[in-house]
């Protein structure tokens, strides 16, 4: 295996690393600055007394000491001192000294020489420790993001997980939930909460190069212990919000329901009863029998029509509401759906564009939406028109609801596709009906792959717009025409 050093992330170039250049590159550059600092000194002989030249020396041996260590500086120092005394110091070409002045210039230049040696490593070693902790803290703040911010715990370690490996040069390394034992290829490290238990086992190679335990045991386990525990409270409290908050949506849908029940149902009921216990006295007129008769058929329509509703929205609520998807025409719906409509004499004008062709969908689906959205704009419509338009835009066909109501606010637009919702008339009281028609349109539009949505100012009506998508028609013609 290549024992070269490898880059970390967050490295610079041009600084000091943690793994030492080749030994061999130092030997040979500790000789080469050796010779070119003696070679210099034959230069400047001329300019400076020999035995204060010996500090062109010191370059080098300052170099080999930051880059190759402390012992390889000595050896420079040292190699420098002979240098200096066999080419320079009286007699030359033997290492010997004539003049004892001499002696004390290369014990100085050799004590400057081993303490430069000296200072350079521990310089070296400091800056190591620094840009070490530094890169400790690059890893636990990227570790963090990938924890902390965006995806689950359980998806998140393999990342860290990965970011742990590049961080220390380790090969696969793995971040599992729970306790995982080791085997012959991996070791495990316990990653353990502020209270001691183990939330996770950190798996790394069996062989670890360098100092990699040590670092993995002083500052890595610890910090990512408390990572991945904070993490999976993380998680614990989303999942509980989460909780809360259906299980509060689901109190307001009951508590919707049941107001629908006490006062939508309740009253028909009421009428009812009360019209069939009329109808049994023998003092009735005919006129009066025949208006109670009317009002029992008109309360226990309004009644099935309640009912069909509520059992419409426990279907889409429960994904059961699956169209059956045919060639429908949108026109003959719509004329469906107005023929159904429960307001007598609601005037609703329809127009359809010459070029709109048949879509796929469930006509009974399609047929509930509009009568839906029919109902609802004749209610708020006081008296006046509502106009429908079919048209094709692009790859869709768009119908336009429009009705010439009171219009809706921004608030409310945000909230009455909600079951059980009912806006407010433009006296500010609450609209009649059960709240329920239009997130009824609004499921069986988009289970048939449409969109439905809002358009509307206070004071100048409302338009509800229903776009649907346009399918090649793979259908024989005749058998288009004979469903539309």
């Known amino acids: 295996m290549s024992t070269a050093p490898r880059s970390r992330p ?13 030994l061999l590159i130092g030997v040979a550059v500790s000789l080469v600055s050796v010779a070119a600092a003696t070679a210099a000194i034959y230069a400047l002989k001329s300019l400076a007394p020999v035995v204060s030249l010996s500090v062109v020396y010191l370059p080098a041996v300052l170099l080999v000491s930051a880059y190759w260590g402390l012992p390889l500086g000595l050896v420079t120092s040292l190699l420098s001192a ?10 030359t070409g033997r290492f010997t000294i004539a003049d004892s002045r001499n002696w004390v210039a290369l014990g100085a230049f050799t004590v400057v020489a081993v303490t430069v040696s000296t200072v350079a490593d521990v310089a070296r070693s400091r800056a190591l420790e620094a840009d070490r902790r530094r890169a400790e803290a690059d890893l636990a703040a990227a570790v963090a993001r990938d924890l902390l911010v965006g995806s689950e715990t359980e998806s998140a370690l393999a990342a860290a997980a990965r970011r742990v490996a590049e961080a220390l040069g380790l090969g696969p390394v793995s971040i599992e939930l729970g306790v995982v034992e080791p085997d012959r290829r991996r070791r495990a490290f316990e990653l353990s909460d502020a209270d001691g238990a183990q939330v996770a086992t950190l798996l790394v190679p069996r062989r670890l190069p360098g100092d990699a335990e040590h670092r993995l045991l002083a500052y890595v386990v610890p910090a990512l212990g408390a990572l991945v525990a904070i993490a999976l409270r993380r998680d614990a409290l989303q999942a509980e919000a989460v909780e809360t908050a259906a299980l509060r949506r689901s109190d307001d849908i ?14 028909p009921v009421t009428a009812i009863v009360a019209a069939g216990h009329a109808l049994g006295s023998d003092s009735l007129t005919p006129g009066e029998r025949s208006e109670l008769s009317t009002a029992v058929v008109e309360e226990g329509e309004q009644l099935a029509a309640l009912v069909d509703k509520l059992l419409d929205l426990s279907r889409l609520q429960a994904g059961r509401a699956e169209p059956r998807r045919d060639w429908v025409s949108l026109e003959d719906v719509v004329h469906a759906a107005r023929e159904g409509l429960s307001a007598p004499g609601a005037d609703v004008r329809l127009t359809v564009d010459p070029d709109v062709p048949p879509v796929r969908a469930d006509a009974a689906h399609l047929e509930r939406a509009f009568a839906n959205l029919l109902e609802n704009a004749v209610r708020y419509s006081g008296g006046l028109p509502v106009s429908v338009h079919i048209r094709r835009s692009g790859p869709r066909v768009v119908v336009r609801v429009v009705d010439q109501g009171p219009g809706i606010g921004a608030a409310e637009r945000a909230r ?3 079951p059980f919702y009912r806006g407010r008339s433009s006296g500010g009281d609450a609209a009649g009906g059960s709240g329920l028609g239009l997130s009824i349109a609004k499921g069986f539009v988009e289970a048939n792959g449409g969109t439905i949505s809002v358009e509307s100012l206070p004071g100048q009506g409302t338009s509800f717009v229903v776009a649907l998508p346009i399918e090649p028609e793979t259908a024989p013609e005749p058998a288009v ?3 539309a």
């Open 10 to 22: 967050g490295e610079r170039p041009g600084t000091l690393r943690a793994s030492r250049p080749n």
């Open 82 to 91: 002979a240098a200096f005394n066999f080419f320079h110091l009286p007699p």
């Open 254 to 267: 009951k508590t919707a329901l049941l107001r629908a029940v006490s006062h939508d149902l309740r009253t």
């Open 416 to 418: 009455i596709f909600e």
């Open 481 to 483: 025409e004979a469903m």
